[in-house]
């Protein structure tokens, strides 16, 4: 006889394995920014603009310099007016600063017509606003925020000026999406002094914002820094210098991967964006996000984080956005992306509805299934005919529901018929989905495939059926997202607790990648990456020792040592 093949094996022989056998090869910005508020708009369009207003007796800076009064220096500067300091507006382009100033009127005005704002609050905002004739006007501010253009030998020139204009104790900040805190702080005489303060755009409705500690910057400056964001009502969150800070750097995953599975001609574009919003809650799919920010912004990104982490596999970017920026085919606004796009509106083709099939194939389940008992439960519900023998009759439909592998490999493994054999998403929860999602392999029949799709659909539920991939569509890239969050954590560029507060206000996911991770169970994830790592061979999945050592012992992936 022989022996049971083992597709699921335990995460501690899993474990071994990896470590005896597979020490494998384990081994812009501003746009972006742009563009992250453009989705950001579109994501909370229905939420209030502002909802209080502090005019605080006691800022913890009184005096705040901004130089550079474009998009984000006007919104800084609204944020520190309402936190109640006076702020100085400073610019090189002659009638910048006023235009900030009266841009900012306009604001309020527009506030205060809401009942948003006291007329009062209003006046009191514009009264501190001043208007900086030069640099050395802002001599008595207490902190200086920089949102001048985004390039290193600029921003250094202009905090060497600074250090010569403001008192020893000032605190300096600079607002960089791209630039190392350590290398514009190389420049300086006191780089204890300056830190990263990262806002996201629009200032006033991204509620969070990064503050980071370059390699001499002081505890106490990120702490007032800190406390400051709290005063004008954002969540602050502490990162390290490294490329991408916190919410650019988790970000990666979710496009990067969508791309690989459409690369694999898994399914079309439209199909993911349905898979992932229906399954997981995400707000937009990953290609209506890329036709959003536009492939000019995102795909520089993704190359600029790859080479910035030595080619990092986790990161690496794609040709198919290569070659669409190349042929200009970069998104929404050239009416052209992943989409066609008319008048500004998304054509997305419709879904086919699903098969008629007049007599459903009585239907057989792996007893490796993942979540067995609740798809027994599922297609009973559905009104399956059920198979319980121990092999799958001649007539049977065969369904596996790996995780992390794919239908062919369990397949081949189980001794299975492939051209009746259907793989079902089994991930989550089906109650907690509005989508259920099927995977032929290349040997699967075609009556076989529309039974699976006319079956699972026939209680209205949506359906995609998507070709063999190891972990269908959600499975891979929620773990791909869950993988890089937790190496974050491992390499301690921010706290558990701030990486799932920055993605969630930064980048709008329906809940942080940690917070993900343990509703899918850390377990899972580590077994749909292992599987991943079989089926591909690619060390992009290796899991991060957080995640390993976490998912051994059964602990959340919020869990920091003691
Ligand atoms: N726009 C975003 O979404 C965003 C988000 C986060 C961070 N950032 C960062 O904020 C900074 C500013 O971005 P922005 O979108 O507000 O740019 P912007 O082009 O809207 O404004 C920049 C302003 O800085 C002024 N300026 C340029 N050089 C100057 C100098 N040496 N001294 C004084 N003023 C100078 C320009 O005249 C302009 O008014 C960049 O570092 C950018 O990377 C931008």
């Given at each position: 006889m022989t022996a049971a093949p083992v597709y699921r094996p335990s995460v501690a022989a899993e474990l071994l394995k990896t470590v005896n056998s597979k020490i494998q090869a384990v081994h812009v910005w501003r746009t972006l920014e742009v563009l992250r508020s453009i989705v950001w708009a579109f994501c909370h369009s229905s939420r209030r603009v502002h909802s209080k207003y502090n005019t605080l007796m006691h800022p913890i800076f009184r005096n705040t310099g901004i130089v550079g009064t474009g998009a984000m220096g006007r919104g800084i500067a609204q944020m520190a007016a309402q936190a109640g300091s006076e702020v100085w507006l400073f610019d090189v382009q002659a009638g910048a600063a006023e235009a900030a100033r009266s841009a900012l009127q306009t604001t309020w005005q527009t506030l205060v017509g809401k009942n948003r704002m006291e007329a009062s609050q209003m006046e009191a905002c514009l009264n501190r606003l001043r208007i900086a004739g030069s640099l050395s006007d802002l001599a008595t501010c207490d902190l200086v925020v920089e949102a001048i253009v985004e390039r290193l030998d600029v921003k250094q020139r202009l905090f060497v000026d600074l250090e010569g204009i403001v008192t020893p104790d000032a605190v300096l900040a600079t607002n960089t999406s791209s630039l190392s805190v350590t290398s514009i702080g190389a420049a300086l005489k006191r780089p204890a002094q300056l830190a990263g303060y990262h806002f996201f755009n629009p200032v006033p409705l991204m509620k969070v914002v990064e503050v980071i500690a370059g390699l001499k910057t002081s505890a106490s400056v990120c702490q007032r820094l800190t406390d400051y964001t709290r005063q004008f009502g954002h969540t602050p969150v502490a990162a390290q210098d490294t490329p991408g800070f916190i919410v650019n750097h988790a970000g990666r995953g979710y496009g990067t991967e969508a791309l690989r599975v459409v690369g694999e001609r898994v399914a079309d574009f439209a199909t993911i964006d349905r898979i992932l919003k229906d399954q997981m809650g995400f707000k937009l799919g990953p290609f209506e996000l890329m036709d959003l920010t536009a492939l000019d912004v995102s795909h520089p990104v993704m190359e600029s984080i790859y080479h910035q982490y030595f080619e990092e596999p986790r990161y690496r970017p794609s040709v198919i956005t290569a070659q669409r920026l190349a042929g200009g085919v970069v998104g929404k606004k050239v009416g052209e992306g992943f989409y066609a796009y008319d008048k500004g509106q998304a054509q997305i083709p419709a879904e086919a509805p699903a098969p008629v099939v007049a007599e459903l194939p009585p239907v057989w389940v792996s007893p490796k299934a993942a979540r067995r008992a609740e798809l027994y439960q599922l297609l009973k519900d559905l009104g399956a005919r059920i198979e319980t023998a121990a092999a799958p009759s001649a007539a049977a439909l065969i369904l596996v529901a790996p995780l992390g592998l794919d239908v062919t490999t369990l397949a081949a493994v189980e001794r299975l018929d492939a051209s009746r054999t259907v793989g079902i998403d089994m991930m989550l929860d089906d109650a907690s989905t509005r989508r259920r999602v099927l995977a032929t392999n290349p040997a699967t029949r075609s009556d076989m495939r529309d039974a699976a799709h006319a079956l699972f659909a026939s209680d209205g539920k949506a359906v995609s059926v998507v070709r063999d991939s190891g972990g269908f569509v959600t499975q891979r890239v929620v773990a791909t997202i869950i993988n890089i969050a937790t190496d974050m954590c491992q390499q301690g560029i921010c706290s558990p607790t701030d990486l799932d507060v920055a993605v969630t206000l930064g980048?709008?996911?329906?809940?942080g990648p940690l917070a993900m991770g343990d509703r899918i169970g850390p377990t899972n994830v580590l077994e749909i990456l292992f599987n991943l790592q079989t089926v591909y061979g690619d060390p992009r999945y290796r899991p991060s020792p957080w995640l390993r050592r976490r998912g051994a012992l059964g602990l959340s992936l919020t869990h920091e040592e003691a």
């Open positions: 980048l709008g996911y329906p809940m």
